[in-house]
Protein backbone atom coordinates (compact mmCIF):
# COMPACT_ATOMS: atom_id res chain seq x y z
CA UNK A 1 0.00 0.00 0.00
CA UNK A 2 1.47 3.71 -0.98
CA UNK A 3 2.27 6.30 1.42
CA UNK A 4 3.16 9.66 1.23
CA UNK A 5 5.95 10.72 3.47
CA UNK A 6 6.39 14.50 3.89
CA UNK A 7 8.83 16.65 5.45
CA UNK A 8 9.05 17.60 9.23
CA UNK A 9 7.59 21.11 10.68
CA UNK A 10 9.19 24.28 9.64
CA UNK A 11 9.31 27.55 11.31
CA UNK A 12 9.77 30.63 9.20
CA UNK A 13 10.04 34.26 9.76
CA UNK A 14 7.43 36.67 7.67
CA UNK A 15 8.58 37.35 4.41
CA UNK A 16 11.13 34.08 4.14
CA UNK A 17 10.01 30.91 2.08
CA UNK A 18 9.68 27.05 2.55
CA UNK A 19 10.10 23.83 0.50
CA UNK A 20 8.16 20.99 1.77
CA UNK A 21 8.75 17.94 0.01
CA UNK A 22 6.48 14.48 -0.10
CA UNK A 23 7.75 11.21 -1.45
CA UNK A 24 5.72 8.49 -2.24
CA UNK A 25 6.52 5.34 -1.19
CA UNK A 26 6.01 1.81 -2.93
CA UNK A 27 4.11 2.80 -6.43
CA UNK A 28 4.70 4.43 -10.11
CA UNK A 29 5.31 7.74 -9.31
CA UNK A 30 4.39 8.62 -13.16
CA UNK A 31 1.29 7.12 -13.19
CA UNK A 32 -0.72 10.20 -10.44
CA UNK A 33 -0.81 13.45 -10.29
CA UNK A 34 0.22 15.18 -6.55
CA UNK A 35 -1.82 18.03 -5.18
CA UNK A 36 -1.31 20.02 -2.25
CA UNK A 37 -3.63 20.94 -0.10
CA UNK A 38 -3.56 23.31 3.29
CA UNK A 39 -5.40 23.12 6.11
CA UNK A 40 -4.80 26.12 9.00
CA UNK A 41 -5.59 25.54 12.45
CA UNK A 42 -9.58 25.18 13.10
CA UNK A 43 -9.86 25.69 9.64
CA UNK A 44 -11.52 23.93 6.62
CA UNK A 45 -9.25 22.01 3.83
CA UNK A 46 -7.71 24.21 1.07
CA UNK A 47 -6.60 23.26 -2.71
CA UNK A 48 -3.15 24.75 -3.87
CA UNK A 49 -2.35 23.20 -6.85
CA UNK A 50 -1.43 19.83 -8.54
CA UNK A 51 1.56 18.31 -10.40
CA UNK A 52 1.61 15.52 -13.36
CA UNK A 53 4.86 14.64 -13.29
CA UNK A 54 4.80 13.00 -16.37
CA UNK A 55 4.24 16.07 -18.30
CA UNK A 56 6.18 18.57 -15.73
CA UNK A 57 2.33 20.61 -15.58
CA UNK A 58 1.70 22.43 -12.56
CA UNK A 59 -1.59 24.10 -11.87
CA UNK A 60 -2.26 26.69 -9.33
CA UNK A 61 -5.25 28.02 -7.20
CA UNK A 62 -6.26 31.61 -8.16
CA UNK A 63 -5.13 32.74 -5.03
CA UNK A 64 -1.60 31.17 -4.68
CA UNK A 65 -0.89 32.04 -8.10
CA UNK A 66 3.27 33.85 -8.27
CA UNK A 67 3.45 32.79 -4.36
CA UNK A 68 3.38 28.85 -4.61
CA UNK A 69 5.20 26.52 -6.77
CA UNK A 70 5.23 22.88 -7.13
CA UNK A 71 7.99 20.36 -8.67
CA UNK A 72 8.34 17.36 -9.13
CA UNK A 73 11.75 15.41 -9.38
CA UNK A 74 11.40 12.14 -11.62
CA UNK A 75 14.98 10.95 -10.58
CA UNK A 76 14.39 10.91 -6.70
CA UNK A 77 10.08 10.40 -7.18
CA UNK A 78 9.89 13.24 -4.74
CA UNK A 79 7.10 16.30 -5.04
CA UNK A 80 8.20 19.85 -3.64
CA UNK A 81 5.59 22.35 -2.45
CA UNK A 82 7.54 26.21 -2.14
CA UNK A 83 5.69 29.24 -0.84
CA UNK A 84 7.37 32.26 -0.59
CA UNK A 85 6.23 35.44 0.96
CA UNK A 86 5.14 33.84 4.02
CA UNK A 87 2.15 35.96 6.43
CA UNK A 88 1.24 34.89 9.91
CA UNK A 89 -2.14 33.51 8.11
CA UNK A 90 0.10 30.97 6.13
CA UNK A 91 0.73 29.16 9.17
CA UNK A 92 -1.41 25.88 8.99
CA UNK A 93 -0.82 21.96 8.14
CA UNK A 94 0.49 21.12 4.60
CA UNK A 95 -0.89 17.63 3.23
CA UNK A 96 0.49 16.05 -0.19
CA UNK A 97 -2.03 14.05 -1.78
CA UNK A 98 -1.78 11.49 -4.98
CA UNK A 99 -4.58 12.10 -7.37
CA UNK A 100 -5.54 11.06 -10.67
CA UNK A 101 -3.35 11.61 -13.52
CA UNK A 102 -5.05 13.42 -15.46
CA UNK A 103 -7.81 15.32 -13.66
CA UNK A 104 -7.83 16.18 -10.00
CA UNK A 105 -11.18 14.30 -8.92
CA UNK A 106 -9.83 12.50 -6.31
CA UNK A 107 -6.73 12.59 -3.63
CA UNK A 108 -5.87 9.38 -1.76
CA UNK A 109 -3.52 8.29 0.08
CA UNK A 110 -2.38 11.57 1.53
CA UNK A 111 0.24 12.21 3.33
CA UNK A 112 0.50 12.86 7.37
CA UNK A 113 0.93 16.64 6.84
CA UNK A 114 4.01 19.28 7.79
CA UNK A 115 2.99 21.65 10.28
CA UNK A 116 4.34 25.12 8.74
CA UNK A 117 4.50 28.16 11.11
CA UNK A 118 5.22 31.58 10.18
CA UNK A 119 5.95 34.27 12.99
CA UNK A 120 8.35 36.55 14.18
CA UNK B 1 -16.01 31.34 2.91
CA UNK B 2 -15.74 28.01 0.73
CA UNK B 3 -16.73 27.51 -2.60
CA UNK B 4 -19.11 24.52 -1.71
CA UNK B 5 -21.29 24.83 0.79
CA UNK B 6 -21.68 22.14 3.59
CA UNK B 7 -24.24 22.44 6.99
CA UNK B 8 -21.24 23.06 10.00
CA UNK B 9 -23.00 20.06 11.68
CA UNK B 10 -24.68 16.78 12.10
CA UNK B 11 -25.74 14.88 14.60
CA UNK B 12 -27.35 11.16 14.99
CA UNK B 13 -27.99 8.19 17.07
CA UNK B 14 -26.14 4.86 16.53
CA UNK B 15 -27.87 2.78 13.95
CA UNK B 16 -29.70 6.04 12.43
CA UNK B 17 -28.87 7.30 9.38
CA UNK B 18 -27.47 10.55 8.24
CA UNK B 19 -27.19 12.76 5.43
CA UNK B 20 -24.44 15.96 4.71
CA UNK B 21 -25.40 17.86 1.56
CA UNK B 22 -22.96 19.73 -0.27
CA UNK B 23 -23.91 22.61 -2.79
CA UNK B 24 -22.44 24.09 -5.15
CA UNK B 25 -22.46 26.07 -8.44
CA UNK B 26 -22.77 24.90 -12.76
CA UNK B 27 -19.27 25.53 -12.58
CA UNK B 28 -18.30 22.41 -10.12
CA UNK B 29 -20.85 20.10 -9.20
CA UNK B 30 -23.59 21.08 -11.73
CA UNK B 31 -21.52 20.10 -14.66
CA UNK B 32 -18.73 17.39 -13.74
CA UNK B 33 -19.62 14.32 -11.83
CA UNK B 34 -16.26 14.63 -9.95
CA UNK B 35 -17.09 14.91 -7.05
CA UNK B 36 -15.45 12.93 -3.95
CA UNK B 37 -15.31 13.01 0.10
CA UNK B 38 -13.28 12.62 2.66
CA UNK B 39 -13.20 11.75 6.80
CA UNK B 40 -10.70 13.50 8.99
CA UNK B 41 -10.21 12.75 12.21
CA UNK B 42 -8.95 15.61 14.75
CA UNK B 43 -5.23 15.87 13.97
CA UNK B 44 -5.42 13.15 11.76
CA UNK B 45 -4.95 13.57 7.35
CA UNK B 46 -7.87 13.14 5.83
CA UNK B 47 -9.36 9.64 3.84
CA UNK B 48 -11.28 9.36 0.84
CA UNK B 49 -14.33 7.86 0.77
CA UNK B 50 -16.73 8.54 -1.95
CA UNK B 51 -15.33 9.84 -5.22
CA UNK B 52 -16.57 10.71 -8.89
CA UNK B 53 -20.33 11.32 -6.84
CA UNK B 54 -21.13 7.90 -6.00
CA UNK B 55 -17.96 5.10 -6.31
CA UNK B 56 -16.25 4.04 -2.96
CA UNK B 57 -12.61 3.12 -3.03
CA UNK B 58 -11.23 -0.49 -2.14
CA UNK B 59 -11.91 -0.91 1.71
CA UNK B 60 -14.01 1.86 2.35
CA UNK B 61 -17.43 0.46 4.27
CA UNK B 62 -20.65 0.49 2.02
CA UNK B 63 -22.36 2.12 4.56
CA UNK B 64 -21.11 5.45 2.86
CA UNK B 65 -22.77 5.83 -0.40
CA UNK B 66 -22.83 8.72 -2.86
CA UNK B 67 -25.24 11.20 -4.69
CA UNK B 68 -25.70 13.77 -6.79
CA UNK B 69 -28.88 16.14 -7.71
CA UNK B 70 -28.27 18.93 -9.76
CA UNK B 71 -25.48 20.99 -8.38
CA UNK B 72 -25.90 19.07 -4.64
CA UNK B 73 -23.81 16.47 -3.91
CA UNK B 74 -25.04 14.25 -0.87
CA UNK B 75 -23.21 11.65 1.51
CA UNK B 76 -25.13 9.38 3.00
CA UNK B 77 -23.92 7.49 6.10
CA UNK B 78 -26.30 4.34 7.35
CA UNK B 79 -26.23 2.32 9.96
CA UNK B 80 -24.66 5.04 12.14
CA UNK B 81 -21.73 4.09 14.01
CA UNK B 82 -19.48 5.42 17.40
CA UNK B 83 -16.35 5.48 14.94
CA UNK B 84 -18.53 7.38 12.19
CA UNK B 85 -17.62 10.45 14.44
CA UNK B 86 -15.12 12.80 12.43
CA UNK B 87 -15.17 15.76 10.18
CA UNK B 88 -16.28 14.96 6.26
CA UNK B 89 -15.82 17.23 3.78
CA UNK B 90 -16.86 17.08 0.23
CA UNK B 91 -14.92 18.52 -2.90
CA UNK B 92 -15.05 19.27 -6.27
CA UNK B 93 -13.53 19.46 -9.72
CA UNK B 94 -14.30 22.98 -11.54
CA UNK B 95 -13.65 24.77 -14.27
CA UNK B 96 -11.43 27.68 -14.52
CA UNK B 97 -7.68 28.32 -12.94
CA UNK B 98 -8.83 27.14 -9.51
CA UNK B 99 -9.50 23.55 -10.43
CA UNK B 100 -10.87 21.76 -7.18
CA UNK B 101 -13.04 23.65 -4.50
CA UNK B 102 -13.66 22.06 -1.04
CA UNK B 103 -16.42 22.36 0.99
CA UNK B 104 -16.30 24.04 4.50
CA UNK B 105 -16.31 20.65 6.45
CA UNK B 106 -19.16 18.93 8.47
CA UNK B 107 -18.87 17.58 12.22
CA UNK B 108 -20.73 14.61 12.72
CA UNK B 109 -21.55 13.98 15.98
CA UNK B 110 -23.07 10.00 16.69
Known amino acids: QVQLVQSGAEVKKPGSSVKVSCKPAGDSFSSYGFTWVRQAPGQGLEWMGR????????DYAQKFQGRVTITANKSTTTVYMELSSLKSDDTAVYFCARGGQWLPNWFDPWGQGTLLIVSS | QSALTQPASVSGSPGQSIIISCTGT?????????VSWYQQYPGKAPKLIIYDVSRRPSGVSPRFSGSKSGSTASLTISGLQAEDEADYYC???????????FGGGTKLTV
Open chain 1, 51 to 58: IIPMLDVA
Open chain 2, 91 to 101: SSYRSGSTLVV
Open chain 2, 26 to 34: SSDIGTYNY
